[in-house]
């Protein structure tokens, strides 16, 4: 007999956090995380999967084994490891025994990739930069204790996650696989954050951030092997990542927004030889965020994880045409893949089914499963799951359809308490990941139902209907969510007892829904922005990101800004509010969520609780201490049925 979910089920979930496959046989290699059952601590080993059927073993026994990469011929497999103070770069056979370490740097290796001779790698690795003297060899015996202070010389200086920038660099190194030496490609006061060698290997491709006082641009690159002749291709492009050259060396495709601030990426075909950008395909071809783009084997095209319509989905597209064909598609998110001669790898999942690696063949027929990492799940009590269309309001004063997730009790007829799930953004869509909303699975085990829509914003959906909440967080997105829930009631589906809950973008319409209506019974607040000026001076990314949506700076838009800003209507909120949040969260800082909690505490009699997170970074509710994520849900389980169903 299935049982419902729990919150300790997340002790249970395996995630795959990294995914690549044999050039000539297509067998896979993947990166999985659990969570020790003792410590709590998550442990990451590599697993070889084979796609002849045959199950999948563990390939290593490290705590910390990731990144793995194939070599050119398959007959071994690079990796980072943390096997000591800092990650390293590994080798270990495809027919097993005990994994080689080839670097020792101080500061370990933070990528690796191989170049085409199967003898070298590209690596970076974090430097200790002068910004000053960003050129000049920092001393070997440089101290820099842990109380100095600390000079931020440009933007950002800091990042959420890795924390201060103000004296490191991330640099391009070659590293020699047999003898463990590195030759530094670049040098200055910026960051590489991705590469590529020339199918030849005689130069490498790479991104790297601008220098300067504002540095959070991104151009495309290319440099000898040598480290000579560095030269820059794109200039007017905002932000570029994951170059891919072409097999014949001509064109590089990569990744990236010509609008600073657009989280929206699409592909661009850069030439070589004159440094010509032009778009690859129509912005309506989005690209998912961290997921790979590989060329098809002696084929003019490439395979990418494109967004359409709240869905990812494996698709080829035509260079340098930009036809795109689907191959994977349905009601699915899949997050990476790999090519191979022999067909394609991928991760996937639903609102039914945890994350697993599959296969199909080069044209997306053939899809298999060919992991059961969380067969645990088959146990568990599975929710009805539809996609539904909702007639709402389009803030333009006429109506409009969108998309909406309902997940309902298994079996259940009539109406029920719903939570109202805000993704985060807004130029997102909801994402069907277990991580992030294991409160869903507890909650529709304690019948209530889960409504998620994809209002207006939210992306993939084409450049119209995302830009419209430019300059109008809130006014005109909140409306359609509000109109989703009435239909529901209309439908007979859904009772009185509604609440709302959101992080990043989601907290801040959250804290915004609490501050302008009624509505909702309780509401958790995670993450949240409530202050938009405040933000774009203490957020890592808000000095362009809320430019960005709001049409300009502060000193341009300080009436919109402060008409937007939930932190100004603090005193309305009647709603019962718990509020999340890391305490190290360099995205959506503390402070926004500690001047929302001390207005309503101060300005109202309405119950508040705010629950801080030691460490915790912006993603503290999906990738945070597990002991602190199993607390997150259970609060907002318990504070959603204190509430709301009071």
């Known amino acids: 007999m299935p049982t419902p979910f729990c919150a300790e089920d997340l002790r249970l979930y395996r995630a795959i956090s990294s ?320 090519v191979s001669r022999q067909g394609l790898l991928y991760v996937d999942q639903d609102a039914r089914s945890p994350q697993e690696v599959c296969c199909a063949d080069l044209q997306g027929n053939e899809q298999k499963k060919l992991t059961q990492f969380n067969a645990w799940w088959n146990d568990r009590l599975l929710p009805d799951v539809q996609v539904g269309r909702f007639d709402v309001p389009d803030g333009n004063g006429g109506r409009e359809q969108i998309d909406g997730w309902l997940l309902r009790p298994a079996g259940q007829k009539g109406p029920t308490p719903v939570l109202v799930d805000l993704h985060g953004g807004p130029a997102s869509y909801v994402l069907l990941d277990f991580r992030s909303h294991v409160y869903w699975y507890v909650l529709l085990g304690l019948g209530w139902s889960i409504l998620a829509v994809n209002a207006a914003g939210s992306s993939s959906y084409g450049r119209e209907f995302s830009a419209r909440v430019l300059g109008r967080w809130g006014e005109c997105d909140l409306d359609q969510h509000l109109a989703a829930v009435d239909a529901l009631r209309s439908d007979g589906l859904a009772d009185e007892r509604v609440a709302v809950t959101g992080k990043s973008y989601g907290g801040y319409l959250a804290a915004w829904a609490v501050c302008t209506t009624s509505a909702f019974k309780a509401a958790v607040v995670s993450a949240p922005v409530t202050s938009l000026e405040h933000h774009f001076g203490t957020s890592d990314s808000g000095y362009y990101s809320d430019a960005y949506s709001m049409g300009g700076a502060p000193w341009e838009r300080r009436d919109l800004m402060h008409r937007l800003s939930p932190l100004e209507r603090v005193e309305g909120v009647r709603t019962p509010t718990l509020i999340l949040q890391g305490d190290a969260d360099n995205r959506c800082p503390k402070s926004q969520a500690e001047a929302f909690f001390t207005g309503i505490m101060a300005g109202t009699q309405t119950p508040a609780r705010l629950v801080l997170y030691p460490n915790g970074d912006h993603h503290f509710f999906e990738n945070g201490k597990t002991d602190h994520r199993i607390d997150a849900v259970q609060r907002c389980v318990d504070w959603l049925e204190r509430w709301a169903k009071a």
């Open 19 to 338: 995914l690549d496959c044999a050039p000539d046989d297509g067998m896979g290699v993947c990166a999985v995380q659990s969570i020790d059952a003792g410590s709590g601590d998550v442990l990451t080993n590599l697993w070889l999967v084979p796609t002849d059927g045959a199950a999948p073993q563990q390939f290593t026994q490290g705590d910390a084994d990731d990144s793995p990469r194939w070599s050119p011929d398959g007959a071994s497999i690079a990796f980072l490891a943390t096997r000591g103070a800092s990650r390293q770069v590994y080798l270990i056979a495809r027919s097993g025994g005990e994994a080689r370490q080839i670097t020792s740097l101080a500061t370990g290796v933070t990528s690796a990739d191989w170049m085409p001779d199967g003898k070298r790698m590209l690596i970076c690795t974090s430097m200790i930069i002068d910004p000053e003297h960003p050129d000049a060899d920092p001393p070997e015996d440089a101290d820099h204790p842990a109380d100095a202070p600390r000079v931020a010389t440009r933007l950002p200086f800091k990042l959420d996650g890795p924390g201060e920038k103000t004296n490191t660099a991330l640099h391009l190194h070659v590293l020699d696989m047999q003898s463990g030496n590195t030759t530094q490609l670049t040098h200055g006061f910026f960051d590489v954050t991705s590469a590529e060698a020339s199918p030849d290997g005689q130069y490498i491709a790479y991104t790297r951030t601008r220098e300067g006082r504002l540095a959070h641009r991104s151009d495309l690159w290319v440099v000898a092997a040598d480290g000579s002749g560095a030269r820059q291709l794109s200039r007017d492009l905002a932000s570029v990542q994951s170059p891919r050259w072409s097999r014949d060396g001509k064109s590089i495709v990569v990744t990236g927004s010509d609008v600073d601030g657009d989280a929206q990426m699409r592909l661009w075909l850069v030439a070589v030889a004159d440094a010509v950008v032009e778009p690859l395909g129509s912005d309506a071809i989005e690209i998912v965020l961290g997921s790979s783009v590989r060329w098809l084997p002696d084929t003019p095209a490439i395979v990418a994880v494109v967004a359409r319509s709240g869905r990812q989905h494996l698709a080829r597209i035509s260079v340098p045409g930009g036809d795109v064909t689907p191959l994977v598609t349905g009601d699915r998110h899949i997050s990476m893949a790999a």
